[in-house]
């Protein structure tokens, strides 16, 4: 067969460690032998980062917004040990919060459900989304040990002197005290990108902070998506014969575990982050569980949920067989092409995603798989594979379905 020709490329965002072996077994088997594969192709593993001092981070995110859709491997954020480790002149941001603050995109997070592997939830029937809030509140605050008696206030001095003044707290021993804080147009463009991947994937969508307590805060996000979806987008919503409504951050935890799934769950940051891994886990495992960033004005980056998995890729190095699962990972390519084909209009192209997606699923279905899932499948008799062998297993599938 004759391999799908493509008009626009994707940027295309290498990564670290055992990742990016998958990235190249993935490209190589799964992909290159069937499509003409066009990328843009920016280097985001940790040495080259440093080699660049971290401007590729900032290129590809660029690069981004003038494609209008990326595909990233997982990436090291660097600690301490690791910039012992790689040398390195110091220690860089996180490549996803740069490239985040760069398109001022929002997190949307979903599991990958499969047959033989059933939610800790068993009413879960379809897939959560979680959208995360990527910007501010515990973050980005600021910290204070209180050493003793003494009063704490909030101060904003405006542009023209003027001072408004917000008693914290009245110590009258010793404590702690945090400051937070939010941007406007920040929660703005959350709740634009939440509206349109609702739109785009066609789901309900739910919001939920605690407004009752944090009576300025909180009620400013919730004031704010009541106003743009209002204005903006309640005729597309009904329309689309989706909902959009707003609870209470406990109210929402409560009607989740009891919900058949099939819903964007959109969160403020760190609630996003709890939740996301409370689902991801519910659900299975990370290694399950696909990532994309949204921005308001439609640019799209997908990736896996997960790291780079340090340890198998020191066994690989060490010549070792690994069973790393590449699930995400290949659903981060799928993700991106499909949305590729949908923007150029290369109806092959997002049917290639499908079938891809399906080709790997139906290889787990059929009791091939990693390590990981044969340890938590209720398939019987299932066959464990290496890294490498189980893509050469996907292709076989694909190639029959092609």
Request: charged share 25%.
């Amino acid at each position: 067969m004759s391999k799908i020709e493509m008009k626009t490329p994707l940027v295309e965002m290498d990564g670290d460690e055992m990742t990016r072996i998958l990235w190249k077994y993935i490209k190589d088997e799964l992909l290159l032998p069937f499509v003409d594969l066009k990328t843009e192709y920016y280097d985001l593993g940790l040495k080259h980062r440093d080699e660049t001092d971290d401007q590729v981070t900032v290129d590809s995110a660029e690069a981004t917004k003038k494609y209008g859709v990326a595909v990233k491997c997982a990436t090291i954020t660097p600690n301490a040990a690791r910039v012992e480790e790689y040398n390195l002149k110091e220690m860089w941001k996180s490549p996803n919060g740069t490239i985040r603050a760069i398109l001022d995109g929002t997190v949307f997070r979903a599991p990958i459900q499969v047959k033989g592997i059933t939610p800790c939830v068993k009413n879960w029937e379809k897939p959560i989304t979680i959208a995360r809030h990527a910007y501010g509140d515990v973050y980005k605050a600021s910290e204070m040990k209180i050493p003793g008696p003494g009063k704490v206030e909030l101060v904003y001095t405006a542009a023209d002197g003027t001072e408004e003044r917000v008693l914290v707290h009245d110590f009258k021993s010793a404590g702690v005290v945090q400051g937070q804080h939010n941007l406007i147009p920040s929660i703005e463009s959350f709740a634009r990108s939440c509206f349109t991947y609702a739109l785009d994937t066609k789901q309900t969508l739910w919001f939920a902070t605690k407004d009752t307590i944090s009576k300025k805060y909180d009620h400013t996000f919730k004031d704010v998506f009541q106003e743009i979806f209002d204005m903006e987008y309640k005729e597309k919503f009904d329309a689309a014969g989706i909902e959009y409504f707003y609870t209470l951050i406990d109210d929402a935890v409560a009607r989740v575990m009891k919900s058949k799934g099939g819903f964007i769950w959109a969160c403020k940051n760190y609630d996003g982050d709890v939740m996301s891994d409370m689902l991801s886990s519910a659900f299975g495992s990370l290694a399950m569980m696909t990532s994309v960033l949204v921005s308001p004005q439609g640019f799209y980056e997908y990736e896996a949920a997960h790291g780079t998995v340090q340890r198998h890729y020191y066994k690989h190095l060490a010549g070792e067989e690994t069973s790393t699962n590449p699930v995400a990972t290949i659903f981060a390519w799928t993700g991106a092409l499909r949305k590729r084909g949908e923007m150029d209009g290369i109806p092959q192209l997002a049917e290639f995603a499908d079938k891809l997606e399906k080709a790997t699923l139906s290889t787990i279905e059929s009791g091939v798989m990693t390590k990981d899932l044969a340890l938590i499948t209720e398939l019987e008799n299932v066959t464990v594979k290496n890294t490498e062998d189980f893509i050469k297993a996907i292709r076989t599938t694909l190639e029959g379905i092609l």
